[in-house]
C-alpha cells in the first residue's frame, strides 16, 4: 500500500534503542515533501504554521513522534517519523531541507531533565543534523521569559535553547512571544474560568503582560524566513513579539469578561507579600516548584518591544479584544 503526503495511515516507526529512525521507507523524505521541515508540527503553534503553509501551497515535512496525533494537519505536510531527544533519527528527516522551523517546545512542565532534553539537547541535536544536512537557517520560537532575571526551569531552558543556537554554523532567527492565547489555549481557558465567577482571586504586583494570537505568532514564524541574510548578524537574531496593549493581570480578566460578553467579575487583588508567601510555601509541596515559578514570573517585569519585528517581518498582531474574543 502507498500513502499520500499528509495520510495519518502512513505507519510510525518504532523508537527502539537498537534501530535507526525512521524505520519505515514510507515515512521517509520522497520527491515533492518540500525543503521545509517543522518540528513541533503536532502542538498549538505547529499546526496553524502547517495549515498556513498548506493554504499557501507550499509542501512541507512534519517531524513527528511514534504516537503523535496526527490528523489535520493537511495534505501537503509530510509527517515523518523522527525524535529530537533520539539524535539518530534526525539525518533522514533533513535530506534535502533548506529551512527548519522549530516549534517543538514543552510548555507547562517544571521537570528540568524533561525541559533540558527536548529544548537545549534535542536542539543541539537539530543543529548538528541540520548543518551536516546543509540547512540554510533555522526559524525558533523561543518566550520572551527569558528576558526575566528570576528564570523559572522553562525559562533556562528556553534561554539555553537560545544559546545553542546563537553559537550554530546555522544562521537563526529567534522569536520570543509572550503568552500565547486562541482557540483551546490553557492560559485562555484559566482567564475564561476567572472572569466567570463573580469574585475572582487574581494574584496583585504582578507585571503587565503584552498577549499575542497563535495565528499572530504563527505568521511571525513564517515571515522570519524572508529576513534578509544581513540582517542576521553573525549568524544569530533575536525578535520580541509583544502583543499591542499591555495590561496588568486584573485588567486582562476583565477584558476576558468583556470580549465574551459577560458581566465583569468584581476583581480583588491578592497582596503581593501574600503571593510572595505563597511561592515559597508552594516550592516546599509536592508539585508545587511550577506554581511558585510561575508566581515568581508574574511578578517581574519585562519590557519588549515589537518594533524590530513590525520593521523587519511587517508584524501587524491583532489588538488585545480581537485576541481574546478569536
Not at 105 to 128: E, I, M, P
Not at 178 to 192: R, T, V, Y
Not at 282 to 303: K, N, T, Y
Amino acid at each position: 500500500m502507498s500513502f499520500t503526503p499528509g495520510d495519518p495511515r502512513a505507519p510510525a516507526a518504532a523508537l527502539g534503542a537498537t534501530r535507526d529512525l525512521p524505520g519505515d521507507p514510507l515515512a521517509r523524505p520522497a520527491r515533492g515533501t518540500g525543503t521545509i521541515l517543522v518540528t513541533g508540527a503536532t502542538g498549538r503553534l505547529g499546526r496553524v504554521v502547517c495549515r498556513l503553509l498548506n493554504e499557501a501551497g507550499v509542501a512541507h515535512r512534519a517531524l513527528v513522534r511514534a504516537g503523535s496525533d496526527r490528523s489535520g494537519l493537511g495534505r501537503r505536510t509530510w509527517m515523518i517519523d523522527g525524535d529530537l531527544t533520539v539524535a539518530r533519527s534526525l539525518s533522514a528527516p533533513l535530506d534535502g531541507v533548506e529551512e527548519v522551523l522549530h516549534l517543538a517546545g514543552l510548555v507547562r512542565s517544571s521537570d528540568r531533565r524533561a525541559l533540558d532534553a527536548l529544548h537545549v539537547q534535542g536542539t543541539r541535536a537539530l543543529v548538528s543534523a541540520a548543518q551536516e544536512a546543509g540547512v540554510r537557517r533555522i526559524v525558533a520560537v523561543s518566550s520572551d521569559t527569558v528576558l526575566r532575571i528570576q528564570r523559572g526551569p522553562y525559562a533556562e531552558s528556553k534561554a539555553a535553547m537560545e544559546d545553542v543556537l546563537r553559537d550554530a554554523e546555522v544562521p537563526s532567527v529567534v522569536l520570543r512571544p509572550p503568552m500565547i492565547l486562541g482557540p483551546d489555549s490553557p492560559h485562555l481557558h484559566s482567564l475564561e474560568a476567572m472572569a466567570r465567577r463573580r469574585i475572582a482571586l487574581v494574584p496583585g504586583g504582578t507585571a503587565p503582560r503584552a498577549p499575542v494570537h497563535v495565528e499572530d505568532v504563527a505568521r511571525a514564524v513564517l515571515a522570519a524566513r524572508e529576513v534578509a541574510a544581513e540582517v542576521v548578524t553573525d549568524g544569530f537574531l533575536a525578535l520580541d513579539l509583544p502583543g499591542t496593549e499591555s495590561v496588568s493581570f486584573a485588567d486582562l480578566v476583565r477584558a476576558t469578561a468583556a470580549a465574551r460578553g459577560w458581566r465583569r467579575p468584581t476583581v480583588v487583588e491578592v497582596p503581593a507579600e501574600a503571593v510572595q508567601l505563597g511561592a515559597r510555601v508552594a516550592r516546599r509541596l509536592p508539585g508545587g516548584g511550577r506554581i511558585a515559578d510561575r508566581l515568581a514570573g508574574m511578578q517581574e517585569h519585562v519590557a519588549p518591544s515589537g518594533a524590530p519585528a513590525r520593521a523587519l517581518l511587517g508584524w501587524s498582531p491583532r489588538a488585545l479584544s480581537d485576541v481574546l474574543s478569536s
